[in-house]
């Protein structure tokens, strides 16, 4: 029998010292970790999250750094880390993101910003990292076509569940794309992405302001964030988003277009990860197409 995610949050919660927890609350929409809010006797509430099972791994130190890097270098908005070790993180507590056009447009010139201001002159991160339950590779690389090609996309074809999914002119396929991604992308330079950015990780502080959440970052192409907010399915209320970052950041009218590409890393790693991967093998089946033999 299962131990419920709330009693696994308290213990966890007590393992570091922070027993004037009067309950948690369980919090749905990840993927990867048991989340809830700690409702405390000394202090105001808390938001924790931990991986049901011991982890042996340091993803939650890592989302800590990657926090820090968004608000100190790329003056985005996050919650404080109250916490980080290998079993627990505890975040000061946000604000749902409100209903309005206005809070997606101030959005665009916040993330336009973040990728403007921190321009690099390689690709990767001082160090690995996570993506959902699995690492993300960070190696420094100066080109970018080869770092996308090697670290996002053909490091998932060794995953099990990859393996079983993608029949081998699948896998023939993406290795043909990656070779010609210097035709099909332009050559843009590296800067800090937030790495996991769709709609979910993205809340608000207390006076309005978005702020970001469950971070992967590294030095990347910007339009990797713009590609996982593009094809996750954001609200309505967002409309304007895509339109005013364009304009801040002088992008070219044809980025829609690339944005299958881009995306294929994130649908390659959802694949990896779990069972029920809500489309994600047909959506890679289909943006490999054109790379298919005798196509």
């Known amino acids: 029998m299962s131990i419920p995610s709330t009693v696994v949050l308290e213990q966890r919660l007590s393992r570091a010292g922070i027993r004037d927890v009067v309950t948690v609350e369980p919090v749905s929409g990840g993927l990867a970790a048991l989340a809830g809010i700690a409702v405390r006797e000394d202090a105001p509430p808390v938001f924790v999250k931990a991986f049901a099972e011991t982890y042996d791994g340091d993803a939650f130190v890592a989302e800590a750094e990657g926090l820090a890097a968004l608000r100190e270098l790329g003056a985005v908005a996050t919650p404080e880390v109250l916490?980080?070790?290998?079993?627990?993180?505890?975040?000061?507590?946000?604000?749902?993101?409100?209903?309005?056009?206005?809070?997606?447009?101030?959005?665009?010139?916040?993330?336009?910003?973040?990728?403007?201001?921190?321009?690099?002159?390689?690709f990767g991160w001082h160090r690995d990292n996570w993506l959902g339950r699995r690492r993300?590779?960070?190696?420094?690389?100066?080109?970018?076509?080869?770092?996308?090609?090697?670290?996002?996309?053909?490091?998932?074809?060794?995953?099990?569940?990859?393996?079983?999914?993608?029949?081998?002119?699948?896998?023939?396929?993406?290795?043909?794309?990656?070779?010609?991604?210097?035709?099909?992308?332009?050559?843009?330079?590296?800067?800090?992405?937030?790495?996991?950015l769709w709609a979910q990780n993205v809340l608000a502080t207390a006076d309005g302001r978005a702020a970001l959440i469950d971070p992967a970052v590294s030095y990347m192409w910007a339009e990797v964030d713009l590609a996982h907010l593009w094809t996750t399915a954001p609200p309505p209320e967002s409309r304007r988003f895509f339109d005013v970052y364009a304009e801040a950041t002088g992008l070219d009218d044809g980025w829609p277009a690339r944005m299958p590409i881009i995306q294929l890393r994130q649908?390659?790693?959802?694949?990896?990860?779990?069972?029920?991967?809500?489309?994600?093998?047909?959506?890679?089946?289909?943006t490999l197409t054109p790379f298919r033999a005798g196509t």
């Open 83 to 122: 916490l980080a070790n290998r079993e627990l993180l505890v975040l000061s507590l946000l604000q749902p993101r409100p209903r309005d056009e206005t809070f997606w447009e101030q959005f665009a010139y916040a993330l336009a910003h973040l990728h403007t201001s921190t321009v690099h002159p390689r």
């Open 136 to 196: 993300q590779i960070n190696t420094w690389a100066g080109d970018g076509f080869a770092f996308f090609a090697e670290h996002r996309l053909l490091r998932w074809l060794t995953e099990p569940r990859v393996e079983a999914a993608l029949e081998p002119a699948d896998r023939a396929a993406l290795e043909r794309l990656c070779d010609r991604l210097p035709e099909l992308l332009p050559d843009r330079p590296a800067c800090l992405t937030h790495g996991d």
């Open 267 to 286: 649908h390659l790693a959802v694949l990896a990860q779990f069972d029920d991967d809500w489309g994600a093998a047909e959506t890679i089946r289909a």
